[in-house]
């Protein structure tokens, strides 16, 4: 079966710039979750799916991430405009439904920002 | 009080022994706790959901403390592949995650 996949796996952008990462999850999974995980912490929850709905984002900066996952499969965050903060990397995950099942996580997004 | 709290180690045991850690957290409405493993520069992966009566895997157990609040988790005879950082998952409303307590099985 495969995992969650996600792109790029690497990116380095200067502050005020946008980038974008994509991931698609294991087939199947209603709930899809983007996660930051700052170099030395736990992951931090940005925002959670269910199918194509948002079932929470009250972490998610919305001044200058969003996120979107249309058709309830694959999904996209984005940061514009990024600031040196913003360094970490972006994990997806997903389960089969709800935050109660286990959750499977894709490879990272490691960001730079300078 | 941070909503979950882990000891961030690192924790220097030698292969062979036993070793624990504990996960405090605040919201005594939590439901659900999980313990993910985290291997250097790669992603979480489940080691094993933590049960009200408590749970075993081998050589791992999990055990729920709702009075004091706390979650653990016991590794019998440490292998050097237990190395890792090892995060506590609580779940309310929200999914929180530890900081991760680092591991270090030491040959």
């Known amino acids: 079966e495969a995992g969650v996949a996600q792109s790029p796996r690497y990116k380095i952008i200067e502050k005020r710039q946008s980038v974008a990462f994509w991931c698609n999850p294991i087939?199947?999974?209603?709930?899809l979750y983007w996660y930051q995980q700052i170099l030395g912490q736990g992951p931090k929850l940005l925002i959670q799916?269910?199918?194509?709905?948002?079932?929470?984002d009250s972490q998610l900066p919305k001044d200058r991430f969003s996120a979107e996952r249309l058709k309830g499969v694959d999904s996209t965050l984005k940061i514009q405009p990024a600031k040196l903060e913003d360094s970490a990397v972006y994990l997806c995950?997903?389960?089969?439904?709800?935050?109660?099942?286990?959750?499977?996580f894709g490879p990272g997004t490691r960001l730079t920002v300078l | 009080r941070k909503e979950v709290e882990q000891d961030p180690g690192p924790f220097n045991v030698p292969e062979g022994a036993t070793v624990a850690f504990n996960c405090t957290y605040s919201?005594?409405?939590?439901?659900?706790f999980f313990w993910y493993r985290q291997d250097c520069r790669k992603e979480p992966k489940l080691l094993m959901s933590?049960?009200?009566s408590g749970n075993e895997d081998g050589r791992f157990t999990a055990q729920l403390n709702r009075a004091s609040q706390y979650i653990s988790l016991l590794i019998r005879d440490s292998k050097l592949s237990d190395s890792a950082t090892y995060l506590c998952?609580?779940?309310?409303?929200?999914?929180?995650f530890g900081k991760g307590t680092r591991l270090h099985i030491l040959p």
């Open positions: 995950a997903s389960s089969f439904s709800g935050s109660y099942n286990e959750q499977f």
């Open positions: 087939s199947g999974h209603a709930t």
């Open positions: 799916f269910q199918n194509n709905g948002v079932v929470d």
């Open positions: 919201n005594s409405a939590s439901q659900s």
């Open positions: 933590v049960y009200s």
């Open positions: 998952v609580v779940i309310d409303d929200k999914i929180i």
